[in-house]
C-alpha cells in the first residue's frame, strides 16, 4: 500500500534517473522510431514476396484464352453505343452480350440520399451476369468487375475493360472445369454501385442508415472469395499498375497481390507498384532511396483511409480484391494488349478456382517497397511503439514530478512544525524560576496549537478555492476530458447539422458550409480552450494532469490506430509526438509560444491543408506559389467534403477517427500547453 499512500515510496535510483532525464530519453526513442522505419525500405530489413497458399499453383497449366478478336469487335460496338448514351450506360446492350453467351442476366437498381443540404436524390442501375459452377454447388464464387464510364465523364474510360471482361465471359463460358461460380460485374456511378451492390448481396449496409439504399438483388452466387476489378483505359496499354489500398486502409491478402504480380511478369506484361517499377541500382544508397519513395507512396494511399479502386470496397466483407489499372501507351504503335492481359487474368481466375478454403495463411498486413519485396507487422510496429513509448515515459516523468512536488510540500511542512516545538521549548528553558510551572508550559502549547489549527484551517480553505486537494482536481481534469470529447461528438454531427440549416436558408453551396462552418467551430472550440486554460493555471496541478491524460489517451488512440490502419497512426504519429512531448516542458514564454503555434499546424483541419498543399505542389511542380494556394483552397474544400460524404455513404472511419477522437486529445493537449 506504500506505493498507493506515499507520494515518495518506491523512489529508486532508476526512477530518479528517469525522472531527471526523460526529456532526452524520449527524443532518442523517437529518432530511434523514424530512423528504424526508414530502415525498413532496405533489402536487408524487408523480406521477399512468396506464396504461403500452395493451392493457388500460379501459372501452373497452360493459359488457353483466345478471344482476343472478341475483344476488339465488343470494344467498337461499346464505342458506337456509348456515343448513343453520353451519360448513361448501355443497359441494354450489355443485357444482350452476356444473354447470347448463356449466361444468367440481371440489373440492380439502388437509390443515394444525398446525406447533406436539403436531400437530393440519385439513382444507379448495375448489370451482372452468373457463370454457374459446372462441377460445384453455387457454394462459393468469384467477381470479375469494372465500372462503366460514359463519354461525358471526367475519368479516363473504362471501355476497353469491359470489351475484355466480355470476351473472358464468353471464354470462360466455354471450359467445365469451374468449381466456382464466375460474377462480371459492370457498376454505374463508379464506387457508388460497388457499395450498393455488395451491400444488397450480403444484405448489410455500412454507412449511415437511410443514406445508400442498396435495395436487393434477383439473384445471388456463391459466397465471394476474391474479387479483381479491371479499369483498362485503352486496347494498347503501356504498363499495369495492381492497387491493394482498400477503405479504411484495409488491404488484400498478400497471396493475391504476389499472384497478380507473378502472372504478368510470366506473361511479359509490365507490372508496377505505385507506378514505379523494380529498380536494381548497384549504389545501395540509390536502392534504399528508390525503395523508400515506393514505400512511402503506400503509406501516404494508406493513410487517407479512403479506397482508390473499386477493389476496397470489397475487403470489409471479408473478400480479397485488387484492381488492375492499365495506362495507355504513350508512342504510337503497338499492338492492342488484350491477348496478354486476358491471359493474366485467365490465370487469376484458374487459380483462384483451385483454392479449397478462404485466403488466411499469408499475410494481411504489411506495406510494399517494391513489386516484390515486402514488410510485415512484426518489423514495422516496433517503429510506432517507439514512438509511443516516448509519450508514455513523458507522461510517467510528469507523474513523479508532480508526486516530488507533493513529497517536498510535505516534507517542508513537518520540517516547520519542528522548528516551533523547538523554539518553544528554548523558550520554555529561558524563562527561569518558570522551569517547574507546568500551567505556564500548558498555556503556550494550547497557544501554540490553537495557532496551528487557524493556519491549517486558512490553508485548506485557500486550497479548497483553488482546487488543490487531490478530489477537486481530479474533478476539473475529468470534467474537461468528458466535455472534449463531448465537443468531438458534436464534430462529427456537425456537417450534417449545418449543411441542412445554411443550404435552405442562405442557399450556400454545400461545400462551402461544410468548411466555413469546420473552421468557425474550430476557431470557437480554439478560443474557448483559451479561456480555460488561464483558468485552470491558477492551480499547477490541473495542467500537469491534464497533459498526464492526453500523453496517455494520445498513446493509446496511435496503437488503436495503427492496428487498422498503421499508415494512418505513423504519419500522425510522427508529426504530433515531438510537439506533444515539447508542451508543458519549456518555461520562457517565447519557446512556450512556439509550441502553441506547432501544435496549431497539427490541428485536423491544419494538416488537411498541409497535405493538401504537399499534393499540390508535387502534381503541379510549375505553380507558382499563388496559384497553389488556389488549388490547395478549392482542393481543401472538396477534400473535407468528400471525406464526410464518405463516412456517410460508405462508412469510412477516416472523419469520424479526426473528429471524435483525435480532435479531443488536441483540445486537451492545447489546453495544458
Known amino acids: 500500500m506504500g506505493l498507493l499512500t506515499d507520494p515518495g515510496a518506491g523512489r529508486g535510483k532508476l526512477t530518479m534517473m528517469l525522472e531527471a532525464h526523460h526529456g532526452r530519453l524520449c527524443i532518442v526513442l523517437y529518432l530511434c522510431g523514424v530512423v528504424y522505419f526508414a530502415l525498413l525500405a532496405h533489402e536487408h530489413f524487408s523480406a521477399a514476396t512468396y506464396f504461403s497458399e500452395n493451392a493457388l499453383l500460379p501459372g501452373l497449366v497452360e493459359s488457353e484464352y483466345d478471344e482476343d478478336h472478341s475483344a476488339k469487335k465488343f470494344l467498337v460496338e461499346l464505342k458506337d453505343e456509348g456515343s448513343r448514351y453520353p451519360d448513361s450506360m448501355p443497359y441494354s446492350w450489355l443485357l444482350a452480350k452476356f444473354g447470347q453467351m448463356g449466361l444468367e442476366t440481371y440489373t440492380h437498381n439502388f437509390t443515394l440520399e444525398y446525406p447533406l443540404g436539403p436531400g437530393s436524390q440519385y439513382r444507379g442501375k448495375n448489370v451482372y451476369a452468373i457463370l454457374r459452377a459446372p462441377r460445384g454447388a453455387s457454394t462459393e464464387a468469384v467477381v470479375l468487375s469494372t465500372p462503366y464510364r460514359p463519354p461525358s465523364s471526367a475519368h479516363p474510360t473504362t471501355h476497353p475493360g469491359i470489351a475484355l471482361l466480355l470476351s473472358l465471359a464468353k471464354f470462360f463460358r466455354r471450359q467445365k472445369y469451374w468449381a466456382k461460380d464466375l460474377i462480371f460485374l459492370v ?99 540509390r536502392q534504399w532511396s528508390y525503395s523508400f519513395r515506393t514505400m512511402m507512396s503506400m503509406v501516404f494511399t494508406q493513410a487517407t483511409g479512403m479506397t482508390n479502386g473499386n477493389h476496397g470496397l470489397f475487403h470489409r466483407f471479408g473478400i480479397e480484391a485488387v484492381t488492375l489499372e492499365g495506362f495507355e501507351r504513350r508512342t504510337a504503335g503497338g499492338p492492342p494488349m488484350f491477348y ?99 500551567k505556564f508550559v500548558d498555556e503556550k502549547i494550547e497557544d501554540t496549537t490553537e495557532i496551528s489549527e487557524k493556519e491549517e484551517s486558512t490553508i485548506s480553505d485557500v486550497k479548497e478555492k483553488l482546487g488543490l486537494h487531490g478530489g477537486p482536481v481530479l474533478v476539473v481534469v475529468g470534467g474537461l476530458v468528458l466535455a472534449a470529447h463531448v465537443l468531438g461528438v458534436m464534430a462529427v454531427n456537425l456537417p450534417v447539422f449545418v449543411t441542412r440549416f445554411a443550404v435552405t436558408t442562405w442557399n450556400i453551396p454545400t461545400v462551402d458550409c461544410v468548411w466555413i462552418g469546420s473552421i468557425v467551430f474550430s476557431v470557437l472550440l480554439v478560443g474557448a480552450a483559451t479561456i480555460i486554460a488561464r483558468m485552470v493555471a491558477i492551480n499547477p496541478d490541473v495542467p500537469i494532469l491534464l497533459n498526464i491524460a492526453a500523453l496517455l489517451e494520445l498513446a493509446t488512440l496511435l496503437l488503436a490506430v495503427a492496428m487498422h490502419n498503421f499508415s494512418l497512426a505513423l504519419v500522425c504519429g510522427m508529426l504530433c509526438t515531438p510537439i506533444a512531448l515539447g508542451i508543458g516542458t519549456f518555461k520562457r514564454w517565447w519557446l512556450r509560444g512556439a509550441v502553441r503555434i506547432l501544435w496549431l499546424l497539427v490541428h485536423p483541419l491544419s494538416l488537411l491543408s498541409l497535405a493538401v498543399l504537399l499534393a499540390a505542389r508535387t502534381n503541379f511542380p510549375e505553380e507558382s506559389l499563388m496559384g497553389l494556394l488556389s488549388r490547395t483552397n478549392l482542393a481543401a474544400r472538396q477534400a473535407l467534403l468528400l471525406t464526410v460524404v464518405d463516412s456517410l455513404v460508405y462508412g469510412s472511419w477516416a472523419f469520424n477517427v479526426a473528429a471524435g477522437t483525435f480532435l479531443p486529445t488536441w483540445l486537451l493537449l492545447w489546453v495544458a500547453s
Open 187 to 285: 457498376t454505374e456511378h463508379e464506387q457508388l454501385g460497388t457499395q450498393a451492390w455488395v451491400e444488397a448481396y450480403h444484405q448489410a449496409s455500412s454507412g449511415h442508415p437511410g443514406v445508400l439504399k442498396h435495395g436487393d438483388l434477383p439473384a445471388r452466387a456463391g459466397a465471394i472469395q476474391a474479387a479483381v476489378n479491371l479499369e483498362l483505359r485503352s486496347d494498347r496499354i503501356s504498363h499495369i499498375d495492381v492497387k491493394v489500398e482498400g477503405l479504411n486502409g484495409q488491404l488484400p491478402n498478400l497471396d493475391l497481390v504476389n499472384l497478380v504480380h507473378r502472372l504478368c511478369a510470366m506473361e511479359s506484361v509490365r507490372h508496377t507498384f505505385k507506378n514505379r517499377d523494380n529498380a536494381n541500382y548497384a549504389d545501395p544508397w
Open 340 to 438: 496478354q492481359m486476358g491471359r493474366v487474368v485467365e490465370g487469376i481466375c484458374r487459380s483462384l478456382n483451385n483454392l479449397l478454403e478462404r485466403f488466411h495463411q499469408s499475410f494481411f498486413f504489411y506495406l510494399l517497397s517494391a513489386t516484390d519485396r515486402y514488410i510485415s507487422i512484426g518489423a514495422y510496429m516496433p517503429s510506432l511503439g517507439l514512438m509511443c513509448g516516448a509519450l508514455l515515459i513523458r507522461a510517467f516523468s510528469l507523474w513523479l514530478r508532480m508526486s516530488s512536488e507533493e513529497s517536498a510540500q510535505a516534507s517542508n511542512h513537518e520540517s516547520n512544525e519542528s522548528k516551533d516545538e523547538d523554539e518553544l521549548t528554548k523558550e520554555v528553558d529561558q524563562k527561569e524560576g518558570n522551569i517547574n510551572d507546568d
